[in-house]
């Protein structure tokens, strides 16, 4: 092992140390800067040169902390999609913060903490360091969860999502302890070592990959392990519900990639049965409850729920396309899912709601380029070409279909198609029904460049993915 | 003029969409000036498909002509690349001719929300050219869904009554049908790069990487296994039969015709329903002929079922348009029996009976269109004596009617009789009970004629009603015109058909070529 911290290794941590620092800098300007939205341009700032620090380490494969950390393409793709998110969700969190009258400096430093978590989470190729980092986020999120310390909801929200998730990391020791039990080491390729030399129906084997893989599913909110959600999701400010649908979504199935197709990759006949049967249940769960929605953000929450039984294909296919999927599907379900959500934050006023779905009627009428935004984003969601969503889907179906992972193909397309109902709920909304008094929106500077950048993306990836797919495929090297 | 040559087929099906971009700079409240330059969008996108039936070379019309081949989406494979042969050449023109009548015939009938609905109509007919251009699987498969959008809100913003349960409807069935077909497609990319390995011409032609292209799939039919092709054909089946649509994915298409605007539901039947059919045609026969033929018996039972309940249901409709839209059903149980006769005359009429639809059913929901937007209603019994009115209308109508059910010196008659042959070559019974749909149709259209316009006038409501505006003459005459042309002269639309046609019999039955010179003769013949 030799040494175990080399003073090189802060190099490889550099992007995640800003933001720790850039954090703590915020804390205490929060004592000295009265407009907090001062605040979160610094905290975008930080984002920014945390991604310069990141743009450095292209292209390195490293190990950092004596096997403790990887310093690969994919982790640096994650990271790339974590700091995107967390830009785009604090640009949309401050006008909205204001609305609430709820804003506060930690609530940029928490995100940026969470935000470092997550990328540790997509280096981490150890079970400690793997927990770590996944608690370091997970704590920052339960916090931010209830930040609208008036709202009961949003307390509500954030003792079942924390509870919930103190349970689900509890399981996931378990199954941890487990893995170290038989293999005697927190190094996720001893453990592999280790299983591949027991045999496949070894119980104890068994015991530890099905307890990691419930706290995972819990991590990702898949069912059976998804109740928490909607009720997170909702009361949440949707600021943060927008952050958590596509980065704590997107950490975790870094983290899952890495667990399951290196850890216990010698266990996949088993995980892959199980993950299929979740994946189906998924899917379509999801689907099905949110057509029966009318809060927007319960059927976005419920929407995201079926998304992740989409990803998952890309892990059972396990090859180099469902790999490939589930980055880009990530990368696209991020720009997507958060013009989306800005969408709705938009929606919000001053001691109104504005998450019903009637509070979107005529919303083309009274502005036409929000109501176009968000169809094309709705559209993106549920995979009409020519948006991106389409390719990211194109890409997971076609990995189902080369390993000949028929049937679930065909369970994922039919579940693609109810889903355009509930879609196509709110277009109906939008433009075809008449316009009410509570058809208001509120911009901000900084909202409208999300939405620019979302539907940009969106639509550029939908055209013309080939610079986004290379992306993917270096981060994905074949065999991985 | 070069440039234009070259890309002749790029430009044709974009133009709607340039036009439809420029639309939206002009201020809403502009609504004649909104008219007139959709209008001319139109009639200019006609205008500039001629040049493909003029520069189109008949002798080479099983080629793929006009091609243009660029790189587009390397990680995948997938290609702009389009070409067209005699069968989409006719498809095309058809839907270049129908697009600016769907929007000529909406000039008076759409006053609200004028901008966008132009707008989703010049979308739409990019959408539906660029299904019938392209020869890249991928990029078909875009244009086949984007199409589903521009269409969803025509039914759902100007549809009549029951229009969001119609709209969805539509959607939700399309769409079930297309992602099993992307399926497929997906399973034809997978087992590309194993076949073309083993077989040195195919990878020569086409490469040996996954490809998304048509005439890759073309060439690999022969080595696909039985049972593969039988799946494949199946996943295209669900997506190209719900657009047809066959019996029993039939039932969204009532509901979205009676909802739809006039256009829309020209729109729909003159062109939509065609793209089911050319996906047959394009793909099922040719990649797998072996699945096609394994599933002819259920193909045809269906057809015949379409065939009779279609007429059947439409006999008994009060709603004019509602009758229309199952004569629809009818009549594409037609075409789809010829189509799986798979032989010369069947293929042929099939195709020829897709423009016959095209023209006269499009006719007939124009002249729906045009009295419901008189009186407000298409209920049957509020109608009746109409001719003594409306002469000029009754005229019209009457020819359109006779077109439909196959009067003999109008397209409909050579569209069923070659229709019959085919299907009466393959199994008498075919022909039996697809003669019987013919009857049945002259039933249902004669008896709609004689209540609507024969008799007395008795309702005082229509009294008063106003013959055909030159508007709406202008929207006829084409149509008429065009119904007359193939049925008194079809050999140029035989002549674009004939070589592509033949080039799928003998993929699906070669023995069936060289043991009847006598049928080469016939279509000689017929020339």
């Not at chain 2, 008799?455 to 003459?473: H, V």
């Amino acid at each position: 092992m030799g040494q175990f911290f080399k003073l090189a290794d802060l190099g490889a941590i550099a992007p995640e140390l800003e933001l720790i620092l850039w954090g703590m800098g915020i804390l205490i300007a929060d004592l000295i800067i009265k407009d907090k939205k001062k605040l979160g341009i610094v905290a975008i700032v930080g984002l920014f040169v945390s991604g310069i620090f990141l743009f450095r380490l292209n292209g390195v494969e490293a190990t950092a902390y004596g096997g403790l950390l990887v310093i690969d393409q994919f982790a640096n793709f994650f990271k790339l999609i974590f700091l995107v998110a967390a830009t785009l969700a604090i640009a949309i969190s401050m006008k909205y913060l204001d609305i609430e009258r709820e804003n506060h400096g930690e609530y940029y430093a928490l995100i940026l903490f969470a935000t470092m978590g997550m990328m540790f989470m997509a280096g981490a190729v150890d079970l400690v360091t793997m927990y770590i980092s996944l608690e370091t986020m997970a704590i920052a999120t339960y916090v931010l969860v209830g930040f609208l310390r008036s709202s009961q909801r949003s307390n509500e929200a954030s003792l079942k999502y924390f509870l919930l998730g103190a349970f689900s990391s509890g399981i996931l020791l378990y199954g941890m302890s487990l893995l170290y039990g038989i293999s005697g080491s927190t190094r996720f390729i001893d453990i592999a070592e280790a299983l591949s030399r027991r045999p496949l129906n070894d119980p104890i084997s068994l015991m530890a990959m099905i307890t990691l893989s419930a706290g995972m599913f819990f991590k990702i909110a898949a069912v059976p392990f998804h109740q928490w959600t909607p009720d997170a999701y909702e009361g949440a400010p949707t600021s943060i519900t927008a952050y958590m649908s596509v980065a704590v979504k997107a950490a975790s199935f870094a983290m899952m990639v890495r667990v399951f197709m290196v850890a216990i990759y010698p266990m996949r006949p088993h995980w892959v049965a199980i993950m299929a049967a979740v994946s189906v249940m998924t899917m379509t769960v999801g689907n099905i409850a949110a057509i029966t929605q009318s809060n927007i953000k319960r059927l976005l929450a419920y929407s995201s729920i079926s998304h992740a039984g989409y990803v998952l294909i890309g892990l059972i296919a396990g090859n180099q396309t469902g790999l490939i999927a589930v980055a880009i599907y990530l990368l696209i379900y991020t720009f997507t899912n958060l013009g989306a959500w800005a969408v709705v934050v938009a929606l919000k006023r001053r001691d109104v709601i504005g998450e019903h779905i009637d509070e979107m009627s005529g919303l083309f009428f009274k502005n036409p380029v929000a109501a176009i935004l968000m169809l094309i984003f709705l559209l993106s969601l549920a995979g009409i070409p020519p948006t991106a969503g389409f390719i990211g889907k194109f890409y997971l179906f076609a990995s189902a279909i080369e390993t000949g992972h028929n049937t679930l193909a065909v369970i994922a397309v039919l579940n693609a198609a109810i889903s355009i109902y509930f879609y196509l709920r709110i277009v109906v909304a939008m433009f075809m029904r008449e316009p009410n008094e509570k058809t208001e929106l509120t911009y901000s500077p900084a909202l409208l460049t999300v939405l620019a950048v979302a539907f940009i993306v969106t639509m550029f990836i939908g055209i013309y993915p080939d610079p986004f797919i290379s992306m993917a495929r270096l981060a994905i090297p074949a065999g991985f | 003029m070069d440039f234009f040559h070259a890309h002749i087929l790029t430009i044709v099906t974009f133009f709607p969409l340039a036009g439809m971009i420029v639309l939206l700079f002009f201020g809403s409240e502009n609504k004649n000036l909104i008219r007139l330059w959709a209008n001319a969008v139109g009639i200019a996108g006609f205008a500039i498909s001629i040049p493909l039936w003029l520069r189109f070379d008949f002798d080479k019309a099983d080629q793929f002509q006009f091609v243009e081949h660029y790189k587009w989406i390397q990680a995948l494979g997938a290609d702009y690349h389009v070409g067209i042969d005699g069968i989409s050449l006719l498809l095309i023109l058809l839907t270049t001719l129908l697009g600016p009548l769907a929007i000529l015939s909406s000039w008076s009938a759409i006053e609200i929300r004028t901008k966008e609905y132009y707008a989703f109509l010049l979308m739409l007919q990019t959408g539906m050219l660029g299904v019938f251009i392209s020869l890249d699987f991928f990029m078909f498969y875009v244009f086949w869904e984007v199409m589903l959008v521009p269409m969803y809100f025509l039914i759902g913003v100007w549809g009549g009554a029951r229009k969001l349960y119609a709209a969805i409807k539509f959607f939700l069935y399309t769409l079930v049908g297309s992602v099993l077909l992307l399926l497929g497609i997906l399973a034809l990319y997978f087992i590309y790069p194993s076949i073309a390995a083993v077989h040195p011409e195919v990878s020569a032609q086409f490469g040996t990487v996954p490809t998304f292209n048509i005439l890759a799939f073309h060439a690999i039919s022969p080595y696909l296994l039985q049972n593969f092709q039988e799946w494949i054909f199946l996943a295209f089946f669900i997506g190209f039969a719900i657009k047809v649509p066959m019996f029993p994915f039939h039932t969204w298409l009532p509901d979205a015709h009676v909802e739809a605007p006039t256009a829309g539901s020209v729109i729909l039947a003159g062109v939509l329903l065609k793209m089911g059919t050319y996906g047959f045609l394009r793909f099922s026969l040719p990649i797998v002929p072996e699945g096609v033929k394994h599933y002819v018996p259920m193909v045809a039972a269906l057809s015949i079922i379409a065939i009779v309940y279609g007429a059947l249901v439409a006999m008994m409709q009060p709603d004019m348009k509602k009758l229309v839209a199952y004569s629809s059903v009818s009549h594409m149980g037609f075409v789809m029996l010829g189509m799986f006769a798979l032989n010369p005359n069947g293929l042929n009429g099939s195709i020829i009976q897709q423009i016959n639809h095209g023209i006269s059913t499009g006719a007939l929901f124009l002249i729906v269109g045009m009295i419901y937007e008189r009186r407000h209603t298409r209920e049957i019994a509020q109608f009746g004596g109409l001719s003594s009115v409306m002469p000029q209308f009754a005229t019209v109508f009457l020819i359109m009617t006779m077109s439909s059910i196959g009067l003999p010196l109008l397209n409909g008659f050579i569209g069923e009789f070659t229709i019959m042959q085919g299907a009466f070559q393959r199994n008498i019974w075919w022909a039996v009970f697809g003669g019987s749909g013919i009857v049945l149709g002259a039933a249902y259209m004669l008896w709609l004629y004689q209540r609507t316009m024969f008799g007395k006038l008795e309702n005082p409501a229509n009294e008063k009603l106003q013959d055909m505006n030159l508007r709406e003459w202008a929207t006829m005459i084409p149509l008429i015109i065009v119904a007359f042309w193939i049925g008194l002269y079809p050999a140029p639309f035989f002549r674009a058909l004939d070589k592509p046609v033949i080039k799928l019999v003998q993929k699906l039955d070669p023995s069936y070529l060289q043991g009847a010179p006598r049928l080469e003769a016939k279509s000689g013949e017929r020339r």
